[in-house]
């Protein structure tokens, strides 16, 4: 497993991983900021979010606590021209690429199905049939390769696809065809999977018999293990294996062990089917405490970490002041973007629709 | 003056997606065996030759993988053909089908329109084994964000494969294979129509067959033998079941009065169950008798010893007509 920072926030290097450790060589102090940063905004996120679905402001929410090392790592280990194709949990992946963090609270309060730009974002929808967008990111990828945009040593123009999912997603056939298509065409990716350790009530064990890491193997796609916990593994170790995708060197799964530390949604009891002390375990190895440790040794001030408490208060008064004012969806969203070309049967049930309503109006003016 | 030649349906295909192969290098075929053998049904013969690996390619034998990754292509700004081998094979693309491409353009509020054609070989009398010779289309049909069509003659194949291409939604091209050996004469320079309109292919006066596919020569069968007995029955071809050209339909009911939907599918919740509705509503003072339908039975498709008793012929279609002519 790939850990340069260990749980007690050390940074060191084993010998193997001296490859990885070279692009944490080129970070600078502000790059380190900008993680720690982001990881709180991410957290942050998370707990205003969870608030706002327990006070009926969201249908539902979905935490990452937890996972803020394995997704701000990660995305910030992907390039400039590169492909995003995330699963539904991936709110950190998200802030590292610029979404806007109401495109996804709108989509759990129910206005949409998601709507932001995914070819100019390049961070893709979120998908919640598990699985399904590792085969689009694998045909995106196949269509980059097609393209000629991997191999030049071009760094503006070249590009790779990452893929999120989690564990339970795993035993989705579409990840095993992705592995399949991808190896064949030797496609410009990175599997990144999220081993948060719990598929709802599901633990990893009852799903895999052989590490995650290992199962592209038997398609042709090398893996590896990394502390998901560890934001500057995450980091190295995706941007390592990006720039190789970038290159031509074909797929790679990369697994990181994190571990879901609340509820699947918050529609869910995990105290049903999982001990505490699992959790504390895992709540003791926080990835923020453990990079603020590491932040901290480097001689990084109170200052700061007051400034990204700030920022947090701040965060959470505009959320919540947007989400109370996100206006519920005209009816004729419904039908508006069904087809992109006209449709007979969608526009005679909107004109219907409309008629239905201007009924009620008027029995209202009588 | 038009240009005119004499193709089998699936000569008329593979000319058609020739032409766009050609006209548009974005345009990508692949699917299971379609390359160098040009497909079970030979298809896309000769095609790889001309166009090389970079556009028809073999995939996997895994529908879910050949329908996600031309989901993913798509997205990438190709225009994928993807052609599912066998009706009963494309069930394993089912979740991609239903979930991911037909629901993408709306998903991302028109931002990732999803210009794929799905071309699937449907429907028996070719004495296959089993999933062979089965009729999905319903299940698509019934589907928000997908297009249906099916051709039933040469011209209309080379055009609407062609249309089916230029669509930038979804389109699921259902090819009748029984047919595709059936030869007829091709307009190279018009087409016919556009791919969402129904045709009236026979005239008359006393009764309407609404039909598609494979079927479309059964109902022109029943048509010719009803005429020998004084019959003039009105035949209309579909071509499309997602959207119905209802209009077409109603116009020719509101003169016959009479209408029979005919389909090899199984008939509980099929095309012809949504064309019976609709004509019950929009042409009830006009009808002289219920809508009848003429479909395979409710049973799995059979061994392809009992298809010729599970597919309608033209005595059932004929039987249903008296059964109409009495009211």
Known sequence: MVQLLTPDGEYGVAKQWGEYAKYIDKLTEADFLKFYRDMARMRRFDKEAEALQRQGQLGLWIPAIG???????????????????????????????????MSILKMLRGVNHGGWNPEETRFHLYAIVLGSQVLHATGYAMGVKMDGKVGNGNLEDDLAVI????????????????????????????????????????????????????????????????????????YAVTAKHMDEAREGAGPFLIEALTYRIGAHTTSDDPTKYRDSAEVEYWKARDPLARFETFLRRQGIKQDFFDEVAEAGEKLSTEIREATFALPAPPVEHMFKYVYSEPHPLIEEQLEWLHKYEAGFGEAAHE | MSNFVELSIAKAINAGLRKCMAENPKVLMFGEDVAQLGGVFRVTEGLHAEFGDKQIFNSPIAESGIV??????????????AEIQFDGFIFPAFDQITTQLAKMQNRSEGFTPMPIVIRVPYGGGIGAVEHHSESPEAYFAHTAGLRVISPSNPNDAYWMIQQAIESNDPVMFFEPKRRYWQKGPVNLDEPPMGPYQARVLREGQHLTIATYGPMVAVALQAAEIAAAEGTSIEVIDLRSISPIDFATIVTSVKKTGRLIVAHEDSTFVSVSSEVAARVAEEAFY????????????????????????????????????????AY
């Not at chain 1, 539904?88 to 690429?97: C, L, P, Q, W």
């Not at chain 1, 599901?202 to 799903?207: I, L």
């Not at chain 2, 003429?294 to 012929?313: I, N, T």
Request: with cysteine; aromatic share 10%.
């Open chain 2, 68 to 81: 996600g990754t031309a989901i993913g292509l798509a997205m990438r700004g190709y225009r994928p053909v």
């Open chain 1, 67 to 101: 996972q803020e090392a394995a997704q701000i790592g990660s995305g910030y280990g992907v390039g400039h021209n590169d492909h995003i194709f995330p699963s539904y949990r991936e709110h950190g992946v998200a802030i590292t690429h610029g979404i806007d963090l």
């Open chain 2, 286 to 325: 006009h009808l002289e008798a219920p809508v009848l339908r003429v479909g395979g039975f409710d049973v799995p498709y059979p061994a392809a010893k009992l298809e010729e008793v599970f597919l309608p012929d033209a005595d059932r279609i004929l039987e249903a007509v008296d059964r109409s002519l």
């Open chain 1, 163 to 234: 893929s999120y999912f989690g564990d339970g997603a795993t035993a989705e056939g579409d990840v095993s065809e992705s592995f399949l298509f991808a190896a064949i065409n030797d496609s410009p990716i990175v599997f990144f999977c999220q081993n948060n350790q719990w598929a709802i009530s599901s633990s990893v064990a009852s799903q895999t018999k052989v590490p995650l890491y290992q199962r592209g193997a038997g398609f042709g796609v090398p893996g590896i293990r990394i502390d998901g916990n560890d934001i500057l593994a995450s």
